[in-house]
């Protein structure tokens, strides 16, 4: 599978219109899935827990419960990207947020980077049976085995390199981690983007990266945590673009040892040994009778060694080309 993932989580704010705009936007910018963040506040977080910087100005459980959407609303969202031609998915944070998107009909499961030593989570999606993408970005390969060991034999699974810093500097990105993952695990492996910009995808999708993620906004000033380290749809339609010319690339193998497509090129570019000057009949060649001329349609000049030594059958002028003919 070969997806680009439009990362849309919460930035909509809570308001359907927006999330409803956002599939427009992304759907129209190149994107292959939407995807949209399931939170249920009081089945994941209690009143008390720890949030991060961000939610300064309003406490998380109170903004899981702003930003939430009904089941209807959810049946809505993904009806949407249906008709926009996008898959439609979402990360559950909770198994009572899996229950719900089981009754939105989701067809594939985005395990979020914090969920992935959430064991009880892991078992609840691979009892779906549908495919899984799995993001790797706080964990080590001790926790990463264990979710993979969850996942894997239940459920097709993608899993993705990532880095939880927001942005990620291009130090932090991990393109080596893709190959490894690929080797340990035995399955398709993808990134997840942090970066603010298209370097870091790009380089993963040449080395084999088959999904690739990003956070996507209308703009950077939007309220919300991921709205500033997000990509625009102008940004995004060249992300998409660049991404699909490199997939291609990777599909379309070079054969160096076929130079039939050079052929004319070969004529016009290439070199031929040629008289450095005029030579009279019956004199035996050296190398400072041979010049190297365009075009390439004669003896090649990487086989001059081949013509030294041999002895003219006629007077040659300057500049001849020389051929087999030419010689006793």
């Known amino acids: 599978m070969i997806s680009i993932i439009a990362e849309i989580g919460s930035v909509h704010d809570g308001s359907l219109g927006n999330a409803l705009r956002l599939i427009d936007a992304a759907a129209d910018a190149g994107a292959d899935t939407v995807k949209f963040q399931t939170h249920i506040a009081e089945a994941e977080s209690l009143p008390n827990a720890p949030a991060p910087g961000f939610f300064s100005d309003e406490p998380r459980v109170a903004y ?46 985005k395990v979020p980077s914090g969920e992935v030593t959430n064991l009880p989570l892991l078992e ?65 492996v993808g990134f997840s983007d942090h970066t603010l910009g298209c370097a870091a995808a790009f380089a993963a999708a040449a080395l084999g990266a088959t999904v690739v993620e990003k956070h996507f906004t209308f703009s950077r000033l939007m309220y919300g945590s991921d709205a500033k380290h997000s990509m625009e749809p102008a940004e995004f339609r060249v992300f998409c673009t660049g991404l699909r010319e ?76 020389l051929s087999t003919q030419d010689f006793e």
């Open 124 to 188: 609840r999606i691979a009892a779906t049976g549908k495919p899984a993408l799995l993001s790797s970005g706080m964990s080590d390969w001790a926790e990463l085995d264990h979710a993979v060991t969850k996942l894997a034999p239940a459920s097709p699974l993608t899993i993705l390199q990532c880095t939880s810093a927001y942005p990620c500097p291009p130090e932090q990105v991990g393109l080596n981690v893709i190959g490894e993952m690929r080797s340990r695990y035995g399955v398709p």
């Open 64 to 109: 899981f419960k702003r930003t939430g959407f009904t089941l209807d609303q959810w049946k809505r969202l993904a009806r949407h990207a249906e008709s926009c031609g996008v898959t439609f998915l979402s990360s559950p944070f909770a198994l009572e947020a899996v229950d719900l998107l089981e009754e939105v009909g989701m067809k594939a499961y």
């Open 246 to 321: 490199i997939w291609r690339m990777n599909a379309s193998p070079v054969v160096k040892k076929d130079t039939a497509p050079y052929a004319d090129m070969k004529r016009i570019f290439q070199k031929s040994i040629v008289t450095a000057r005029a030579l009279p009949a019956g004199v035996v060649l050296t190398r400072d009778m041979l010049a190297f001329k365009k075009p390439g349609d004669g003896i090649p000049a990487a086989e001059y060694q081949s013509v030294l030594g041999r002895k003219l059958r006629a007077a040659l002028p300057i500049d001849h080309q």
